[in-house]
């Protein structure tokens, strides 16, 4: 047969190599639609073997293999291998699953695990049984009864991204040989009944021998076992003969006699007359060395142990058939009579939602995150006297109270009508539950035992025994819990209650093993007083060079693995599972000796972490417990920061807690002389801990929870001196430290510190960190400087290796945070204090994004690139990549600040390099100086000054007089001080230029006022100046005048392209309300026209121009603009509105604001944090309320950020102030409580002491979303206002007292706020036309957002991102089945006018639109999806001189109207038109259809500015629907917004003859627009209204 793949396949399959290698196309993307299947079908005995070549990250699962009958020539591929039916074998992870239902669990290897380069393969053998082949070794029979024609099935799902076919042929001849030699020598061996089995990993055998010929066998030397790997719990082969001279190592020895031991109990046990038993087939759980198992290690059908007398024994199911000439398919007979298909399993009947697999082992729960009953099973027969019935809690879920109950029952399972819970029979019926014994349904005891059983975790172990007296005893983890119930029926079955978290259990059938094993070992030791000591006769394993080493021993847990020749001990899948950790050392301790490790690798998945101690156990003899604190003898451990002495606590604040360490750190222990016990943490002494311990004591270490690997250490010579042998206190680290840092001179002794991230290693002396399992791992590698950082000094990293394989790369910043204190997480970014960080090219602070764009993109960086911090002496950080500054990232640090770096993704590894230190020449406040850059003086007069406020990249000189860009080409706009007078002139002169960069200086005038601009200067302002939108701006770039980009005129004067140093170039705004240019002096006439009154004059020192001084004045003296511009010193118009509140004395004492933080005093679910600037409710949903610990001054906005909000809940916060201190205030349970002195804020209503004053103000403050920036402010008059994002809205309450304190109650989903630094003092009232949008221009806006196919859109337009109204809306148009493609992909072009989301936007009512300019009205109540913009409509710049109106329609109409695009007049269905005109031939809207008259009419199509009037019933008629997730019933509309050029149109009266008003702000003389011009209009969006 061919090893080649059929053509076809999944869907996002590619073939290659002669279609022998397969690949899954998107592996990031996609998990499925992979698979594979062989060309040919199987032949009998070939193993199809695949290679795994590559895998990724992303995804849960990997390869699954299998085969089908199924032919692929005409198969419909599913999108998982596991979804083939009609005769489809498929082993999945180590489950064999047919026709996608599981039929053997725990087989095999797990093929999740399987690595890059390992083979599997899957062969059907000549006896019909399906094998499965892994790296060469057969994992044996996973299913029997297969059909003769197969396909391979390979599904390279989840992590497998690519495979290929690499053989399609019989295994080696050899292995059959051998095979049947084996059981030659089986059959010719009537004295010993010797049983062999293929395990999961190898042809493993276990030798079972009767008790006496075993014994006297042993003693006499005739048996030889060969050497056991320390990855194997039993020999791989077993001889065919025994030699007398044969060696048998300590472990075997144990094995062996062990063997013999247990098949003597179980004759014993079962009533057996004859020694030679067979061992039944062991579960997944059986003790190491085979014990009671015939190594098949599954142990299917066969798993209560009863083995066969006489020869032969009994084979497990999962044996050969040549091996089963005992019985049929191997069911063994027992001395009483009984089958092993007796075995105690689940019955089949049982609780409607209970799934059983494993053979009825395992129960399992379906749907447990929404139902938490209904789970009842039974026993499949009744309990023996004093017969075990022992199940596992697999898997509990976190979301329900209670957890498994377990007990008994006098019920038939084949009778009973299951309950939803066991609880509530009410009859011949005892259950555990808890912590107490509930008899028929009612307490009989409240307090059974210690334990309860709600708290038990994955992995513990429950059960039950009547004993021959009547008495009922339960179980927890093997230890008796007493008799719970003294007289239970004779009669009883086994019930298991799967309630609540409880989900999946299996049945145990080892619960005597460990009870045996202790007898074994005490026989052992009575056979063999020198097993334990080693012996030259019996060893194996040369002379080590230390004799005495300190190595793990072999034996270890379950789930731990051993390496490094014994120095290493891990568990390998230390994500899947958390206890099983167990190692000890491979001799006892001397005294004084310090047994020290150090932790290599941790995970972040679970609680706890490493554990030590010591034990008098041996462990060549010990059955390791899951956890050592369960061990109840002999045993003294330091858990957290406690001892344990056999499972109870000793001291409970003891030393360091252990949960608490990182990866590199150490722990030791040491028995002194005295029988003392100590503990060293990171080789500090930690004290003692226990007194009169035996002498003879092993080391024990449980890599437990978050401990994943760990090494001894050997430089335990190093060790400081415990106390009493030294006077010197304990050094600070311990000598395995990976870091150390001593003997480093003072002058460059900037180091990575030595606490780091769970994935990083610190190397070479503390200059280099890299990311260890760089191709595995891409996270949780954060270093940090061993020092903070002093004002001025440069901390600079070169990096060194990089990897193709993530996504994101390095990211660098500061914290104040030390690293002591610093808790490492995944990424740097997921801190949400006291840290700045850049990535890629975001600025973030505490987690959030301050700005994008930054100068420099991280991610685009490569291998030997530089990257350098910086923080000034003036707060500011700067970030230099390859000794290029680029420009300021953020300011206000605090003084003292670490630099940190994040091995993320890509970068691998960095090295601090010789650069790093003191820069003389770096960017901070005290170097640059008016020396720098001389400033010449101006004018006579009071000189002009520059705003307080300005791009990023600039910085301001000589108190205003000067302006430098730093970094980059762009962001480098500056305003004046004040707005112009009139015809005063701002004029600018260059000082340097860079002729790297093309463009140059633009100038203008704008309305947009810079004291609105947030105080910090990484505001939202545009890169550059033709960009700035958010209010009008007129602005000359290079020889274009724009207006708000728009170009308006082109070769106006001289280029200022051609500007050099020494130009001078001004700007003023003249009467008859013209801006003119002036370049050196010489007016260059009108630029642009109706240039509003009250303008700031704006530049922008882009591309080559760099620095600009000042060099006009005020034409009147002004004593204020002598000052530096500060935030008390900005100035607007001299000239204010009668509405507006009169400003401050502008020569008056500037306003200092008063920092604000929360009070200590706070509701009791409240936790503050970040300086008492961050409060968040940490449980619940009330108990939230805050208050300010500083009186709210009169003028000053107290603003706070929204930064979590939990949708578990309903309603979120309010806020308001109070009129009385708080000190002493007893905090209610809400805010709505407080009835004295309150005004409150609250959804949309206003309250005063609890009772309502005032509805419909403001935006819901229950939609505000993450980030929303909320504000309070109470003007000089006592009125209360609201601020949304920076948007005053409005007077809320009056007459508010002095002083009074800003509240806020965190309440429902509102879990988290911080306080905004930046704090804004309010002077004034915010006129009309001082509003801002975001980076919106409303003049030149179709509804606030701007014209998709003419520039960018602003950051958020829609800033509630959980609007309930549309995504009703979205659901009714998905109802409409419309095609995406008529839609704009982009869904932040989406906009919801509902009453929260337009005011949380601050839209105004009334806009204008077009030129000449005609007012349209936003549709409140309606819900906007953007329609894409077809290719062939007009998208120029003219396009934006058309108007906005909107046109109603039907539901039938949509479709037809969005095909033609285009408006449909009456005849096609639409109800909104009037009477058509009839007209010749061409005109019309599209080309005459075909067979269609000569003539036809164009429809006369009704527009309308408000919708007010096109939303009207008989324009866009009601339809109902019922809205699939809520199933309520409504009505909706619909209709258009259409964009209708000027000129086309008429507008006049309504045509349905109403008389009263419709829109305030049109009359209904104009209210509605005719047209019927082809291409006069433009579908733009589709309109939804849902009641």
């Not at 399959?13 to 279609?19: D, G, P, R």
């Amino acid at each position: 047969m061919a090893a080649e793949l059929h053509p076809r396949s999944g869907k996002l399959i590619a073939l290659s190599n002669s279609n022998r290698t397969a690949q899954r196309n998107q592996p990031v993307q996609e998990f499925n639609h992979g698979l594979v299947l062989s060309r040919e079908p199987l032949r009998d005995r070939d193993v199809f073997t695949v290679r795994i070549d590559k895998k990724v990250n992303s995804w849960s699962g990997s390869i699954e293999i299998g085969v089908t009958a199924l032919d692929p020539a005409g198969l419909e591929f599913p999108s998982s291998a596991t979804g083939l039916k009609g005769g489809s074998w498929i082993v999945s992870g180590c489950s064999v699953l047919k026709d996608g239902r599981s039929v053997l669990e725990e087989y095999g290897h797990d093929l999740d695990q399987l690595g890059e380069g390992d083979r599997v393969g899957i062969q059907r053998n000549g006896k019909g049984e399906l094998h499965l082949w892994v790296n060469g070794q057969d994992c044996g029979m996973a299913a029997s009864g297969l059909p003769s024609h197969l396909w391979a099935v390979v599904d390279l799902y989840g992590k497998c991204t690519q495979v290929t076919v690499v053989s399609c042929e019989p295994p080696p001849e050899m292995e059959g040989d051998e095979e049947e030699e084996v059981e030659d020598e089986i059959e010719s061996t009537p004295a010993e009944s010797i049983m062999a089995d293929r395990n999961h990993d190898d042809r493993a055998g276990a030798i079972v021998l009767s008790a006496a010929g075993e014994t006297e066998a042993l003693m006499n030397g005739l048996v030889e076992v060969p050497e056991v790997s320390r990855t194997h719990n039993r020999p791989d082969k077993f001889p065919n003969n025994f030699e007398p001279d044969s060696v048998l190592t300590e472990h075997q020895l144990f094995d062996v006699f062990n063997n013999a031991i247990v098949s003597l109990y179980r004759s014993e046990d079962e009533g057996g007359e004859d020694l030679g038993v067979g061992g039944g087939g062991g579960s997944s759980d059986s003790l190491r060395g085979g014990t009671g198992s015939s190594g098949g290690g599954r142990g299917t059908g066969s798993d209560s142990g009863i083995g066969g007398v006489g020869a032969g024994g009994g084979s497990s199911s999962n044996s050969s058939p040549a091996r089963s000439s005992s019985g049929p398919m191997g069911l063994g007979v027992a001395p009483g009579g009984m089958t092993t298909n007796d075995a105690l399993l689940f019955h089949e009947k049982c609780g409607t939602l209970i799934k059983l697999s494993n053979n009825n082992k395992t129960a399992e729960r379906r749907r447990p995150l929404d139902e938490f009953n209904n789970g009842v099973v039974m026993t499949n027969r009744p309990l023996r006297h004093n017969e075990m019935f022992e199940i596992r809690i697999d898997k509990l879920v976190d979301k329900w109270s209670g957890s498994i109950e377990i007990g008994v029952t006098t019920h038939n399972p084949n009778n009973l009508d299951y309950p939803a819970t066991m609880t509530n029979l009410r009859s011949g019926t005892i259950m555990m539950s808890g912590c107490g014994i509930l008899t028929n349904g009612k307490g009989t005891r409240r307090e059974y035992c210690e334990f309860s059983l709600d708290e038990l975790q994955e992995g513990d172990h429950i059960g039950l025994m009547r004993k021959a007296s009547g008495a009922l005893h339960f179980y927890i983890n093997g230890i008796d819990q007493g008799v719970a119930a003294s007289q239970t029926p004779g009669v009883v079955y086994g019930v298991v209650d799967l309630y609540g978290m409880a989900v999946k259990v299996t049945i145990v059938h080892n619960h005597n093993h460990s009870d045996r094993l202790r007898r074994n070992n005490a026989i052992m030791r009575a056979l063999s007083p020198d097993v334990g000591r080693p012996r030259p006769a019996l060893s194996v394993t040369p002379e080590l060079d230390i004799p005495d080493r300190l190595l793990f021993h072999s034996n270890c847990g379950q789930k731990a693995a051993i390496i490094s020749d014994g120095r290493t001990a891990l568990r390998p899948h230390a994500t899947d599972d958390f206890n099983h950790g167990v190692v000890l050392s491979n001799r006892p301790l001397h005294s004084n000796e310090v047994f020290q490790v150090r932790i290599d690798k941790m995970v972040d998945k679970w609680a706890g972490s490493i554990e030590i101690g010591v034990t008098t156990h041996n462990p060549a003899y010990l059955q390791l417990p899951s956890t050592m604190t369960n061990l109840r003898s002999g045993t003294w451990m330091m858990t957290g920061n406690g001892v344990m002495h056999n499972g109870t606590t000793i001291l409970d604040e003891y030393g360091h807690n252990l949960d608490r360490l990182k990866a590199g750190d150490t722990v030791g222990v040491v028995r002194k002389e005295d029988g003392s016990l100590h503990f060293f943490v990171n080789g500090v002494p930690q004290g003692p801990a226990a007194w009169n311990v035996p002498a003879s004591v092993y080391a024990v270490v449980d890599l437990y929870g978050q401990a994943a690997q760990a090494t001894i250490m050997d430089d335990m010579a190093d060790l400081p001196p415990l106390p009493d042998d030294s006077s010197e206190g304990p050094t600070a680290m311990s000598p395995g430290s990976p870091c150390s840092v001593s003997g480093v001179t003072a002058a460059n002794d900037l180091r990575f510190h030595q606490l780091h991230g769970t994935n990083a290693v610190i190397t070479n002396g503390g200059r280099t960190a890299l990311r260890q399992n760089c191709r595995s791992e891409f996270n949780d590698a954060i270093v940090i400087s061993n020092r903070c950082l002093r004002d001025g000094e440069l901390f600079e990293i070169v990096i060194q290796k990089m990897v193709d394989r993530w996504s994101g790369s390095i990211e660098a910043g500061v914290t104040a945070i030390r690293p002591e204190e610093l808790e490492f997480p995944n990424t740097m970014t997921d801190i949400d204090y006291d840290t700045w960080m850049l990535s890629g090219t975001a600025i973030m602070q505490d987690g959030n994004t301050m700005r994008n764009n930054y100068g420099c993109d991280l991610d685009s960086l490569t291998t030997g690139s530089r990257i350098g911090m910086m923080r000034t002496a003036s707060g500011d950080l700067h970030y230099f990549i390859n000794g290029v500054d680029q420009g300021v990232a953020c300011t206000g640090l605090p003084p003292e600040v670490f630099a940190v770096v994040d091995l993320y993704g890509q970068c691998v590894q960095v090295a601090i390099t010789s650069s790093s230190g003191p820069l003389d020449n770096s960017l901070c406040t005290s170097n640059i100086t008016e020396k720098s850059f001389p400033i010449h003086s101006p004018v006579a007069g009071v000189a002009h000054r520059l705003h307080s406020k300005h791009g990023k990249n600039v910085v301001l000189l000589g108190d205003g007089c000067q302006a430098l860009r730093v970094g980059g080409y762009a962001h480098g706009i500056v305003f004046s001080a004040k707005e112009l007078k009139t015809d005063e002139v701002f004029e600018v002169k260059i000082n340097k230029v860079d002729e790297r960069w093309s463009g140059s200086l633009h100038v203008g005038l704008t309305t947009l006022q810079p004291p609105d601009l947030p105080s910090c200067p990484l505001s939202g302002l545009s890169p550059s100046l033709t960009q700035l939108r958010s209010k009008v701006t007129w602005v000359l770039a290079g020889s274009e005048v724009r207006r708000n980009g728009v170009l308006q005129r082109q070769n106006y004067g001289c280029s200022l392209d051609r500007l050099m140093v020494g130009n001078r170039v001004g700007v003023k705004r003249c009467s008859d309300d013209t801006m003119h240019i002036l370049i050196d002096g010489e007016d260059m006439g009108p630029a642009a026209t109706a240039v509003a009154k009250n303008v700031y004059a704006v530049f922008d020192l882009y591309g080559k121009v760099t620095t600009v001084s000042i060099v006009s004045s005020t034409l009147v003296e002004d004593a204020e603009s002598v000052k530096a511009p500060s935030l008390s010193s900005d100035s607007c118009s001299e000239v204010e509105e009668d509405s507006t509140p009169v400003r401050e004395c502008e020569n008056g004492p500037p306003l200092v604001p008063t920092v604000m933080t929360f009070l200590e005093n706070h509701g009791k679910n409240i936790q503050l944090s970040n300086q008492n600037l961050t409060a968040a409710r940490v449980s619940s949903y009330n108990q939230g309320l805050l208050v300010t610990a500083q009186a709210l001054p009169r003028q000053q906005l107290f603003q706070f950020q929204i930064d979590r909000l939990n949708p578990s809940w309903t309603s979120s916060l309010s806020l308001g102030v109070i009129g009385h201190s708080p000190d002493r205030l007893n905090f209610p349970s809400t805010a709505c409580c407080l009835k004295r002195s309150v005004w409150l804020l609250q959804r949309d209503s206003v309250f005063h002491n609890s009772l309502k004053i005032c509805e419909n103000y403001g935006p819901n403050l229950d939609t505000c979303p993450e980030g929303t920036v909320l504000g309070l402010l109470v003007d000089s008059s006592g009125c209360l206002h609201l601020y949304v994002n920076g948007m005053d809205q409005g007077v809320a309450a009056q007459d508010i007292p002095s002083p009074c304190y800003a509240l806020i109650d965190l309440y429902g989903q509102c879990e988290q706020v911080t306080i905004v630094a930046n704090y804004v003092p309010v002077v004034g009232g915010e006129r009309e036309d001082m509003r801002c949008q975001g980076d919106m221009e409303k003049a030149d806006m179709v509804d606030g957002i701007k014209e998709s196919v003419c520039w960018t859109p602003p950051p958020e337009v829609n800033p509630n991102k959980t609007c309930e109204y549309q995504a009703l809306c979205s659901r009714f148009k998905d109802l409409l089945t419309l095609p995406d493609g008529y839609f704009n992909e982009d869904a932040k072009y989406n906009l919801c006018y509902c009453e929260s989301c337009h005011k949380l936007r601050g839209d105004e009512a009334y806009y204008k639109r077009g030129e000449p300019p005609r007012d349209y009205a936003l549709p409140f109540g309606w819900c906007r999806f953007a329609l894409r913009i077809k290719t062939h409509c007009e998208v120029s710049n003219a396009f934006k001189k058309w108007h906005i109106a909107y046109h109603g329609t039907s539901v039938g109409s949509l479709r037809r109207s969005l095909d033609h695009n285009q408006l449909l007049s009456a005849e096609s269905s639409s109800i909104f038109s009037s009477s058509p005109l009839k007209i010749e031939g061409h005109g019309s809207y599209g080309e005459p259809e075909e067979n269609s008259a000569p003539e036809r009419e164009i429809p006369r199509v009704q527009l309308s500015p408000t919708m007010r009037y096109s939303g009207l019933e008989v324009f866009a008629p009601k339809v109902q629907f019922r809205d699939p997730r809520s199933l309520r019933c409504h009505q909706a509309q619909v209709g258009f917004q259409v964009c209708v050029r000027p000129g086309s149109y008429k507008v006049g009266p309504t045509s349905l003859g109403i008389s009263e008003p419709l829109d305030p702000r049109f009359s209904n003389a104009e209210i509605e627009w005719i047209t019927k011009e082809k291409g006069g209009t433009l579908l733009y969006g589709l309109l939804i209204r849902v009641e």
